[in-house]
């Protein structure tokens, strides 16, 4: 179950020729794909792309129509050998992942597929993880285009260049036989906007065509002699095939006037951020009417030695906007002015930061500065002017700084830190209570964790995990600490982590070396930190995907002869025991332990629903909830320190005689129980209860209720009756 369903919006993708299509950068990535006559797509999921996993999921009705086959990889290294379709054969393929995490996953596929080429166009759609929306390490696709020499496209953020580049991806990869990177940013992939659509096509060679007429070109597989031929094949005919269809067919874009001495180049997916700072600076309007000539860089790679040259002719300076590093972009310029004895300056990254992302108050300085060595403004001119003048003739008065108002106070003294957590009622929180009770035994132990939900555990209040390698890799970042010691190691990875790979690089690989660490595979049931999707072992029902696969059987199969298996992860007694017992037993070899409970996200998606329709159709429904008695907390806030839900809380002591504020439970509690569990297993105390909200009850709950409140009502006068005369 999918975090977000595109069930309604897959039904623009039905929109033919001249019809106005209106939606999300991921939408029209989608039908762009069904425009292009593509034959099959595939992919893993992931930021910034996750939706566009699910939007092709949810419009599998629309590909089988047009006869493409979708297939949900089980990683992206699956995913890239599936354009091996398009190396012998006419048939054209798109695959899309995460970057640059899932480009590094499928490098031995995409290395490969590079060296051969391809026939069919072929297309590879990475969600380009980089700046203040990623998630992971801060690289760039642009080094593994280079190093493999896969054409890199980066188009300006608005539906109507991103629909191009799909189509000009596969025929660019056609005319080069070369596979081509589309790389889109988080913002491209959930802008909203517009394009005029085209028919949708069924493509003219279908892989039925491919079946029955099975063809090969031993110049196309990697072996020597060829490998070494495919080398020169890439510089001497199809570097040159693809710098000719892009200057011909002008994917890449030119703005603003032609005749100025200075003049800006920019990668595609900076465009609307440089538009910004230029309106700000004064230089445009906010439709991009500029008033400097702008290069602007749809394909980052490879860079078209001519239009270079013609834009930089005449102008004292250039400023090369590419966001990153190492600066790729401007090192290839700087290599094609020594070439061509171009006489213009150079400039790029002495104006503008080495690292980070370029937001617009990042821009507006360092093409203010750039502005200012040319002349164009003087130092401290102010940015507001008309723009009917042109701007070239004009000297504004004073620049606008754009920095933060001064505060008497460090800004992380005022603000308090919010680093990421899990969700409230998440099934995996009480796996690390565990753990954390444990350490009072045993001690701590050496975790290795590994990517997705489970990874908040390195932060408070658990702080465990030693180190994370990558998806997946949670069990092979221990193998190395295989020693005659009293404690063992501790692996964790997830069950989406466990069918990417971790299945054969972490458990087999302890199997065949006779490792004896502990590995728990946290089993919420879907791959949760992607947006629910389905995985192999989900329990629910889907009906293009075949589901409900075990993980200890899987386990099994591989040679681990000690598997357990807890089955709700909230009982924290049981949890505690069967770690316990996977950490002290003396037998050896690798131990598994597979902790079930599902997301409570995907959970509360589908009780929510239900339970609103039952209560409209006034249905009998029950609620549970925890919550803290506040005369009996003593405030030692345990609970809190032991779980970390974002339910619980403090608030002031009733008791005017004691200063320690109670624990208190939020509304957002979900009922998971694990607050009353570590109170249970920690013997704290006993000041939670759970409650049962019931809507429309039943005649005899509602009398049962009335009689309990009579009951409790009358105990309440008579402890009152005591104080009275108590006081007197």
Same mark, same amino acid.
């Given at each position: 179950m999918?975090?977000?369903?595109?069930?309604?919006?897959?039904?623009?993708?039905h929109?033919?020729?001249?019809?106005?299509?209106?939606?999300?950068?991921?939408?029209?990535?989608?039908?762009?794909?069904?425009?292009?006559?593509?034959?099959?797509?595939?992919?893993?999921?992931?930021?910034?792309?996750?939706?566009?996993?699910?939007?092709?999921?949810?419009?599998?009705?629309?590909?089988t129509?047009?006869g493409?086959?979708?297939?949900?990889?089980?990683?992206?290294?699956?995913?890239?050998?599936?354009?091996?379709?398009?190396?012998?054969?006419?048939?054209?393929?798109?695959?899309?992942?995460?970057?640059?995490?899932?480009?590094?996953?499928?490098?031995?596929?995409?290395?490969?597929?590079?060296?051969?080429?391809?026939?069919?166009?072929?297309?590879?759609?990475?969600?380009?993880?980089?700046?203040?929306?990623?998630?992971?390490?801060?690289?760039?696709?642009?080094?593994?285009?280079?190093?493999?020499?896969?054409?890199?496209?980066?188009?300006?953020?608005?539906?109507?260049?991103?629909?191009?580049?799909?189509?000009?991806?596969?025929?660019?990869?056609?005319?080069?036989n070369?596979?081509?990177?589309?790389?889109?940013?988080?913002?491209?992939?959930?802008?909203?906007?517009?394009?005029?659509?085209?028919?949708?096509?069924?493509?003219?060679?279908?892989?039925?065509?491919?079946?029955?007429?099975?063809?090969?070109?031993?110049?196309?597989?990697?072996?020597?002699?060829?490998?070494?031929?495919?080398?020169?094949?890439?510089?001497?005919q199809?570097?040159?095939?693809?710098?000719?269809?892009?200057?011909?067919?002008?994917?890449?874009?030119?703005?603003?006037k032609?005749?100025?001495?200075?003049?800006?180049?920019?990668?595609?997916?900076?465009?609307?951020?440089?538009?910004?700072?230029?309106?700000?600076?004064?230089?445009?309007?906010?439709?991009?009417?500029?008033?400097?000539?702008?290069?602007?860089?749809?394909?980052?790679?490879?860079?078209?030695?001519?239009?270079?040259?013609?834009?930089?002719?005449?102008?004292?300076?250039?400023?090369?906007?590419?966001?990153?590093?190492?600066?790729?972009?401007?090192?290839?310029?700087?290599?094609?002015?020594?070439?061509?004895?171009?006489?213009?300056?150079?400039?790029?990254?002495?104006?503008?930061?080495?690292?980070?992302?370029?937001?617009?108050a990042?821009?507006?300085?360092?093409i203010?500065?750039?502005?200012?060595?040319?002349?164009?403004?003087?130092?401290?001119?102010?940015?507001?002017?008309?723009?009917?003048?042109?701007?070239?003739?004009?000297?504004?008065?004073?620049?606008?700084?754009?920095?933060?108002?001064?505060?008497?106070?460090?800004l992380?003294?005022?603000?308090?830190?919010?680093?990421?957590?899990?969700?409230?009622?998440?099934?995996?929180?009480?796996?690390?209570?565990?753990?954390?009770?444990?350490?009072?035994?045993?001690?701590?132990?050496?975790?290795?964790?590994?990517?997705?939900?489970?990874?908040?555990?390195?932060?408070?209040?658990?702080?465990?995990?030693?180190?994370?390698?990558?998806?997946?890799?949670?069990?092979?970042?221990?193998?190395?600490?295989?020693?005659?010691?009293?404690?063992?190691?501790?692996?964790?990875?997830?069950?989406?982590?466990?069918?990417?790979?971790?299945?054969? *690089?972490?458990?087999a %690989?302890?199997?065949?070396? #006779?490792?004896?660490? =502990? &590995?728990? +595979?946290?089993?919420?049931?879907?791959?949760?930190?992607?947006?629910?999707?389905?995985?192999?072992?989900?329990?629910?029902?889907?009906?293009?995907?075949?589901?409900?696969?075990?993980?200890?059987?899987?386990?099994?199969?591989?040679?681990?002869?000690?598997?357990?298996?807890?089955?709700?992860?909230?009982?924290?007694?049981?949890?505690?025991?069967?770690?316990?017992?996977?950490?002290?037993?003396?037998?050896?070899?690798?131990k598994?332990?597979?902790?079930?409970?599902?997301?409570?996200?995907?959970?509360?998606?589908?009780?929510?629903?239900?339970?609103?329709k039952?209560?409209?159709?006034?249905?009998?429904?029950?609620?549970?909830?925890?919550?803290?008695?506040?005369?009996?907390?003593?405030?030692?806030?345990?609970?809190?320190?032991?779980?970390?839900?974002?339910?619980? *809380?403090?608030?002031? %002591?009733?008791?005017?005689? #004691?200063?320690?504020? =109670? &624990?208190? +439970?939020?509304?957002?509690?979900v009922?998971?129980?694990?607050?009353?569990?570590?109170?249970?297993?920690?013997?704290?105390?006993?000041?939670?209860?759970?409650?049962?909200?019931?809507?429309?009850?039943?005649?005899?709950?509602?009398?049962?209720?009335?009689?309990?409140?009579?009951?409790?009502?009358?105990?309440?006068?008579?402890?009152?009756?005591?104080?009275?005369?108590?006081?007197?």
């Amino acid at each position: 179950m999918a975090e977000r369903s595109f069930v309604n919006e897959v039904k623009k993708l039905h929109l033919q020729e001249g019809e106005v299509f209106t939606g999300e950068g991921i939408l029209a990535v989608t039908k762009a794909l069904l425009e292009s006559g593509v034959n099959y797509v595939a992919g893993y999921q992931g930021a910034p792309i996750s939706h566009l996993m699910d939007v092709l999921a949810d419009a599998q009705d629309i590909l089988t129509d047009y006869g493409i086959r979708f297939e949900n990889s089980a990683s992206e290294a699956t995913a890239a050998a599936t354009l091996s379709a398009s190396v012998n054969y006419p048939l054209r393929g798109a695959i899309t992942f995460k970057s640059t995490v899932g480009t590094n996953v499928a490098s031995d596929a995409l290395a490969n597929l590079a060296s051969g080429g391809v026939k069919g166009g072929a297309l590879i759609i990475v969600g380009e993880d980089y700046g203040e929306g990623s998630s992971i390490m801060q690289e760039r696709s642009h080094a593994f285009a280079m190093k493999s020499q896969i054409w890199l496209l980066d188009p300006r953020p608005n539906l109507t260049s991103i629909v191009n580049a799909v189509k000009s991806g596969f025929e660019l990869s056609e005319a080069s036989n070369t596979p081509v990177m589309l790389q889109i940013g988080i913002r491209s992939c959930h802008l909203h906007g517009q394009f005029v659509a085209s028919d949708n096509k069924r493509a003219v060679y279908s892989l039925n065509d491919a079946l029955e007429n099975p063809q090969r070109d031993i110049d196309r597989i990697v072996l020597p002699p060829a490998s070494f031929l495919h080398e020169q094949e890439k510089i001497n005919q199809r570097w040159p095939a693809a710098t000719r269809f892009i200057k011909e067919n002008q994917l890449n874009e030119f703005f603003g006037k032609d005749n100025e001495h200075i003049g800006i180049v920019l990668q595609g997916g900076c465009y609307n951020n440089v538009i910004r700072a230029l309106e700000k600076l004064g230089f445009s309007d906010i439709f991009g009417d500029v008033q400097v000539p702008l290069y602007v860089l749809n394909v980052t790679y490879p860079l078209v030695d001519e239009e270079f040259e013609e834009f930089c002719r005449d102008k004292d300076g250039i400023l090369i906007i590419e966001q990153g590093q190492p600066n790729f972009i401007e090192q290839n310029v700087a290599n094609i002015f020594a070439q061509y004895e171009v006489t213009t300056q150079l400039h790029g990254k002495d104006f503008l930061p080495q690292a980070g992302e370029y937001n617009t108050a990042t821009l507006i300085d360092g093409i203010s500065t750039f502005f200012e060595k040319y002349g164009l403004i003087k130092e401290e001119t102010s940015i507001e002017q008309d723009l009917s003048i042109p701007v070239m003739e004009v000297v504004p008065e004073k620049v606008e700084t754009f920095e933060p108002d001064s505060s008497p106070e460090p800004l992380d003294q005022l603000v308090h830190a919010r680093p990421p957590g899990f969700c409230t009622g998440c099934p995996e929180r009480p796996i690390f209570t565990a753990i954390k009770l444990l350490e009072k035994e045993i001690g701590p132990s050496h975790i290795s964790a590994d990517i997705g939900c489970h990874l908040f555990s390195i932060l408070p209040p658990f702080n465990l995990g030693n180190t994370t390698m990558g998806y997946g890799l949670g069990g092979a970042g221990v193998s190395a600490f295989h020693a005659e010691s009293s404690k063992r190691a501790i692996a964790v990875m997830g069950d989406g982590g466990f069918w990417h790979n971790g299945l054969t *690089s972490g458990i087999a %690989n302890s199997v065949f070396n #006779k490792s004896d660490h =502990v &590995t728990i +595979v946290v089993d919420n049931r879907y791959t949760a930190a992607t947006g629910g999707q389905d995985v192999l072992s989900s329990v629910a029902t889907n009906e293009t995907r075949s589901t409900g696969h075990d993980i200890e059987e899987a386990v099994k199969g591989v040679g681990v002869q000690w598997v357990k298996s807890v089955e709700k992860t909230y009982d924290l007694k049981k949890m505690v025991g069967t770690l316990r017992e996977a950490l002290t037993t003396k037998k050896s070899g690798p131990k598994v332990l597979i902790a079930q409970g599902e997301c409570m996200l995907n959970k509360q998606r589908r009780e929510k629903r239900q339970i609103r329709k039952d209560i409209a159709k006034g249905l009998r429904s029950v609620r549970e909830r925890f919550g803290v008695d506040p005369d009996t907390c003593t405030g030692d806030r345990s609970c809190i320190r032991l779980s970390g839900c974002p339910s619980l *809380s403090i608030a002031p %002591n009733p008791d005017p005689l #004691k200063k320690e504020p =109670v &624990t208190t +439970v939020l509304n957002s509690c979900v009922g998971c129980g694990l607050c009353g569990e570590i109170s249970h297993a920690a013997i704290l105390c006993p000041s939670f209860y759970r409650a049962r909200i019931i809507t429309n009850p039943s005649r005899l709950e509602v009398f049962a209720h009335g009689v309990q409140t009579k009951i409790i009502g009358w105990l309440q006068s008579q402890y009152q009756r005591k104080l009275s005369r108590i006081a007197k």
